[in-house]
């Protein structure tokens, strides 16, 4: 797996957009971003509504909404590699522009640190390695601005997870990271997905096998699109690889 692929595992729903008044439209993609599952269509809706909004009130929140909904949007429903580039592009140009608008807007750094991931790891291994550093970047501004802003916590400790030692990732903070993202959230199971997959790699099988279990066995998710459609796979996919050892 390319080194920054795993923000396709980012959480996607839970983050504030911005400081202030809630619109319809946002108040929309929060509903849309924990049901997706229900009605897919709905995001090619909510991405055409974005890009209205920020041609028509290019306020900071539209501008992290319509990075929210690129990255959301070339996660579940673009099926080519250059509709992913097309959207993750434009999810990071979003972000970007509203941390310029708003630099202490923690959901600013972290959708900008998250599309620029993502569209790196879509553009292969290399470009996954040089975006690196802003994605790191951008995660620590996140999480000094916000430290209760969980979703970092998650990514961040899916990129110490998946980058190699030699170049500074560490299964010991990836452990730490999800760790704290369920002190916050212990419902998230994306997050518990993440310690799951942490604790087999560093060879604690049966702590992991609990954490996948568990995935299975939650009954009010964080994100109910995002356990129905990943995270009870991925939970299954992990306990079948751990039958094996």
């Known amino acids: ?83 992913k580039l097309a959207a993750y592009d434009r999810g990071r140009q979003a972000g970007l522009r509203a941390t310029e608008l708003v630099p202490r807007d923690a959901a600013a750094h972290f959708w900008y640190a998250t599309n620029t991931g993502r569209w790196g790891q879509t553009n292969g291994v290399v470009r996954s390695l040089f975006l690196l550093s802003t994605v790191r970047e951008q995660l620590a501004i996140a999480l000094q601005l916000d430290p209760h802003l969980t979703g970092a916590y998650v990514v961040a400790g899916y990129v110490d997870y998946e980058v190699p030692g030699l170049l500074g990732g560490s299964l010991d903070r990836a452990e730490e990271s999800f760790r704290t993202a369920l002190r916050q959230a212990p419902d998230l199971t994306t997050a518990r997905v993440g310690l799951a997959r942490t604790l087999a790699k560093k060879g604690q099988v049966a702590e992991a096998r609990r954490e996948a279990l568990a995935v299975l066995d939650e009954k009010s998710p964080a994100n109910l699109a995002d356990w129905t459609v990943k995270d009870t796979r991925d939970a299954r996919l992990l306990l079948e690889s751990l039958r094996e050892k």
């Open 1 to 83: 797996m390319p080194v920054v692929a795993l923000l396709a595992l980012a959480p996607v729903a839970f983050l504030a957009q911005t400081a202030g008044a809630q619109t319809p439209l946002l108040a929309e993609l929060d509903a849309a971003a924990t049901h997706y599952h229900a009605d897919p269509a709905q995001l090619d809706r909510l991405r055409a509504a974005f890009e209205r909004a920020v041609a028509t009130d290019p306020t900071p929140a539209n501008w992290i909404g319509l990075a929210r909904i690129s990255f959301l949007w070339g996660d579940v429903r673009a099926t080519t590699r250059e509709e």
